[in-house]
């Protein structure tokens, strides 16, 4: 496969500083018809028309994915002048291509920079970007309109050819390059490959979104399930208990906010009929009424009355029912 270095212009003035984007990416090659020198077998070259739109560059982007699957995969490697194409120069690495994606504005790459390839480019040595494109074996003519098929190498270089590029450091809108390629995060989302058709994106959105509305629906019936055995296990709560008339509702109030206070302000109960007995004592006596009167005093009582009252408020029963509960729900307040 020949190649041809595609000098890239992306030049710029007004900046103080030559500050790198965060994310690493680089504009590798704008989207057009760009003038390009094509060097044939025998060592003859040729202008060509170097064609690139977003086909291409899917293309270009997918084959490097290919050789990025290779076990030690280097990545691409980014010199400095293109000097790795002279064996009497230096191959040091000013960067590797790790990443790279189609956009709407062209090929983008990914590169992390060496520190001497940091250094040129936050130092202002170099801003400038170039590709090094590989294209199809063929006896091309001048003017032949020509779609590259691989992306080789780059460099930092100061002598562009392509224009229409974003320079590497203090882009003019840095948002632009940091633009999201939604299609290929959606892509990556359904679990769907690369070259997916826009039928068979909207066909597993379409299925995702039925499988939504199905676990919805399922969801919907088990909460409706739920609640009816919630129901059911009350009225056998409150049947087993014998609860007739205000302390049924009382009961009932306290079961479906809390369980094991409900419990227990049944067990304060009673079992008798009526709904209101009060509870007795281990050795079977009946355990005392609580009646507010003068023993009903200082700290503790002042904290016993407003539970009991503040109990009353809240569930609108009757002082009996509310003491009761209190009282299971907090005996410390009754112990003097």
């Not at 930092?156 to 633009?179: A, C, F, Q």
């Not at 989302?189 to 995702?208: F, K, R, V």
């Not at 355990?287 to 009582?301: C, I, Q, R």
Request: overall charge negative; aromatic content about 6%; charged content about 20%.
């Amino acid at each position: 496969m020949h190649t041809t270095s595609l000098p890239i212009t992306l030049n710029r003035s007004g900046d103080a500083a030559f500050t790198l984007p965060a994310d690493g990416w680089v504009h590798l090659a704008p989207y057009g018809e760009q003038p390009a020198p094509m060097q044939l077998p025998g060592g003859r070259e040729v202008a060509i028309v170097q064609v690139l739109d977003r086909a291409a560059a899917d293309g270009l982007a997918a084959r490097f994915r290919e050789s990025a699957a290779a076990v030690n995969f280097p990545g691409l490697l980014v010199d400095f002048d293109h000097f790795s194409h002279d064996t009497d120069k230096s191959t040091r690495a000013a960067g590797w291509i790790e990443e790279v994606a189609a956009r709407d504005d062209g090929l983008w790459g990914r590169v992390k920079f060496s520190a001497s390839g940091k250094a040129a480019l936050e130092g202002g040595d170099y801003r400038l970007f170039s590709p090094v494109l590989g294209f199809a074996p063929g006896n091309y003519t001048p003017g032949a309109r020509v779609t590259p098929v691989a992306l080789l190498r780059g460099a930092l270089t100061n002598d562009p050819r392509l224009k229409g590029m974003v320079p590497i450091s203090n882009r003019l809108s840095p948002e632009s390059s940091h633009t999201m390629d939604y299609k290929a995060a959606l892509l990556t989302q359904l679990g769907l490959p690369p070259d997916s058709t826009d039928e068979a994106i909207q066909a597993a959105i379409t299925s995702q979104m039925n499988e939504v509305e199905s676990r919805k629906t399922a969801l919907g019936t088990a909460h409706n399930r739920i609640t009816a055995l919630e129901t059911e296990l009350i009225g056998h709560d409150l049947d087993r208990a014998g609860l007739q008339g205000e302390a049924r509702t009382a009961a009932t109030a306290l079961l479906t906010k809390n369980r094991t206070e409900g419990l227990a302000f049944i067990a304060a109960l009673g079992k008798q009929g009526s709904g209101y007995a009060p509870v007795h004592n281990r050795n079977g006596k009946q355990a005392p009424s609580f009646t507010p009167g003068a023993d009903d005093t200082g700290d503790l009582g002042e904290k016993r009355r407003k539970a009991i009252h503040d109990h009353q408020t809240a569930n609108r029963c009757s002082f009996d029912i509310a003491f009761h509960a209190v009282r299971a729900a907090q005996p410390a307040l009754f112990v003097e």
